[in-house]
């Protein structure tokens, strides 16, 4: 999907553990973002980022952290998981940070 | 705060049918607006629009936007099965993120 992969594709994880959703692009493109996809709410942005160690906050950013080391890998991370978090989570990178996003293929996160 | 509608939220119609999808929005520093398409997996990119009046077309698809009256809309022509999917509306403003409306689920029955 034009050089942007997410993994996994599927996880099904207990209430509480820490779960990490990795994003890998090859396209050197400076911003990256998570959104979360839910049934009657459409993406929602998580967190984002615009550089190595450049990161900010969406409109559902609690619960969740990111972490920015390469500007190939944008990591999504779960503290502590509840089912609210249950979801398709997709990244997206853009080269000049709003227009052309292109979407990986998303993860289907399930929390029981 | 940045706001993006789309209605109807889901349509069903027959082949050959026409239809139009539409996107009202509200932001800060509009700078442009745009429509993705989602089957199975991730949104894949139509049309972004900047200007109004100016029509973009692709095939059977085409979009205008008003910017004065802050909506855009979505025509496909002679709708194929094919075209199910969730149409997806953004707009872009003056922060480096875009804002998604909820999206039109379209079902296009043989």
């Known amino acids: 999907d034009a050089g942007i992969t997410q993994s996994p594709r599927h996880k099904v994880t207990e209430t509480g553990t820490p779960v990490t959703l990795r994003c890998h692009q090859t396209?050197?493109?400076?911003?990256m973002y998570w959104y979360r996809q839910d049934p009657g709410h459409g993406l929602r942005l998580i967190h984002y980022?615009?550089?190595?160690?450049?990161?900010d906050k969406g409109e559902v950013s609690d619960g969740y952290s990111v972490s920015r080391s390469k500007t190939e890998d944008f990591l999504l991370t779960l503290e502590s998981a509840t089912s609210s978090q249950t979801s398709v989570y997709f990244c997206?990178?853009?080269?000049?940070?709003?227009?052309?996003?292109?979407f990986g293929s998303g993860t289907r996160l399930t929390v029981v | 705060e940045d706001k993006v509608v789309q209605s109807p939220l889901s349509l069903v119609v027959h082949e050959g049918d026409t239809v139009t999808l539409n996107c009202s929005y509200e932001?800060?520093?509009?700078?442009?607006l745009l429509w993705y398409k989602q089957e199975k997996k991730a949104p894949t990119f139509l049309f972004m629009l900047?200007?109004?009046?100016i029509e973009k077309k692709s095939g059977r698809l085409s979009s205008i936007l008003d910017k004065k009256e802050l909506f855009s809309i979505l025509n496909i022509t002679a709708t194929q099965t094919g075209d199910s999917a969730i149409y997806l509306c953004?707009?872009?403003?003056?922060?480096?993120?875009?804002?998604f409306g909820k999206g039109t689920k379209l079902t296009v029955n043989p």
């Open positions: 900047t200007s109004s009046g």
């Open positions: 932001v800060t520093n509009f700078r442009s």
């Open positions: 980022s615009y550089g190595v160690k450049d990161t």
């Open positions: 997206a990178i853009s080269e000049t940070g709003n227009y052309g996003y292109t």
């Open positions: 953004a707009v872009e403003g003056g922060s480096e993120k875009l804002v």
């Open positions: 396209e050197n493109h400076r911003y």
